[in-house]
T-cell receptor, first 113, second 116 residues
Framework: AQSVTQLGSHVSVSEGALVLLRCNYS??????LFWYVQYPNQGLQLLLKYTTGATLVKGINGFEAEFKKSETSFHLTKPSAHMSDAAEYFC???????????FGKGTTLSVSS | NAGVTQTPKFQVLKTGQSMTLQCAQDMNHEYMSWYRQDPGMGLRLIHY???????DQGEVPNGYNVSRSTTEDFPLRLLSAAPSQTSVYFC???????????????FGPGTRLTVT
């Protein structure tokens, strides 16, 4: 069965510091992986996705993620945090049939000045 | 395109009442899904559909019914609301989730439901 584990429900960084949000997955089929961001009282916005091909995926707002099959990981990074990055981030994997998503529990990112 | 629309935005129900959350999309997407979001739990899949007339259960289907009579609409029904169903509900649609490029799910703005 598909599942996602996000390590750390809260991550705090200083403005300008590296952002690293961790995601590990379990999948019985080749996974399709996604990162979504949710700003307070808003819906979900796709940051980036991995389907096939290049394992380093670049997304919007300077974020990127690397698919590592051997580690079953898809960690999200950004070299330099900005105050506007404060939000909740969700990692997701496609379900076995490829018809919907299975989400992790989310990581709240706080950015201090 | 309006994308994925959901109505209502907010709803308060009493225990035992029934209601339907509406979801519509104008992108001719095959796949539609319903999720609920609860603090600390992320989003959990309730039901999904791969086309008109075809639905299936997700992770947390109990207490919810769905049907898909048209490509555009995918309503979620609560037959007898319970306080445990207090949540934010999101509808999503996509062509499919595969390697052909049409793998993004588009989410609606959500419906915030409170059951007292």
């Amino acid at each position: 069965a598909q599942s996602v584990t996000q390590l750390g429900s809260h991550v705090s960084v200083s403005e300008g510091a590296l952002v690293l949000l961790r995601c590990n997955y379990s999948s019985s089929v080749p996974p399709y992986l996604f990162w979504y961001v949710q700003y307070p009282n808003q819906g979900l916005q796709l940051l980036l996705k991995y389907t096939t091909g290049a394992t380093l995926v670049k997304g919007i707002n300077g974020f990127e993620a690397e698919f590592k099959k051997s580690e079953t990981s898809f960690h999200l990074t950004k070299p330099s945090a900005h105050m506007s990055d404060a939000a909740e981030y969700f990692c997701a994997v496609s379900n076995q049939a490829g018809t919907a998503l299975i989400f992790g529990k989310g990581t709240t990112l706080s950015v201090s000045s | 395109n309006a994308g994925v629309t959901q109505t209502p935005k907010f709803q308060v129900l009493k225990t035992g009442q029934s209601m339907t959350l509406q979801c519509a999309q104008d992108m001719n997407h095959e796949y539609m899904s319903w999720y609920r979001q609860d603090p600390g739990m992320g989003l959990r899949l309730i039901h999904y559909s791969v086309g008109a007339g075809i639905t299936d259960q997700g992770e947390v289907p109990n207490g919810y019914n769905v049907s898909r009579s048209t490509t555009e609409d995918f309503p979620l029904r609560l037959l007898s609301a319970a306080p445990s169903q207090t949540s934010v509900y999101f509808c999503a649609s996509s062509y499919s989730i595969d390697s052909n490029g049409h793998s993004e799910q588009y989410f609606g703005p959500g419906t915030r439901l409170t059951v007292t």
